[in-house]
Nanobody
Framework: QVQLVESGGGLVQTGGSLRLTCAAS????????MGWFRQAPGKEREFVAE????????TYADSVTGRFTISRDNAKNTVDLQMNSLKSEDTAVYYC??????????????WGQGTQVTVSS
């Protein structure tokens, strides 16, 4: 059974940092591209960052470029999201997701339950 479990969310002040971790029970984890998405209250879920399955190529939303870093550890089946210089608009539930490496970016098939990140001023 595939499971994605996020951890590391919490309350942080503006300008602070948090590190989210997603532990994935996926067969052949290294064959999956992994992504982070978020959903703020009253808004649609949006893409945050992705790391590819093959060469670890990273992609970021414009709103987080230069502040967030996605990384993966294929030996541990984990993917992290380091978030620095946090802003109030980063407040959201953050979700980890996985898609087969050869699939399209809009074809994420596995999702975690989410972890709350709250940035206070």
């Amino acid at each position: 059974q595939v499971q994605l479990v996020e951890s590391g969310g919490g309350l942080v002040q503006t300008g602070g940092s948090l590190r989210l971790t997603c532990a994935a029970s996926l067969p052949a984890f290294s064959a999956y591209s992994m992504g982070w998405f978020r959903q703020a209250p009253g808004k649609e879920r949006e893409f945050v960052a992705e790391i590819s399955w093959s060469r670890g190529i990273t992609t970021y939303a414009d709103s987080v470029t230069g502040r967030f870093t996605i990384s993966r550890d294929n030996a541990k089946n984990t993917v992290d999201l380091q978030m620095n210089s946090l802003k109030s608009e980063d407040t959201a539930v953050y979700y980890c997701a996985a898609r087969a490496g050869w699939s399209r970016p809009d074809q994420y098939e596995y999702w975690g339950q989410g972890t709350q990140v709250t940035v206070s001023s």
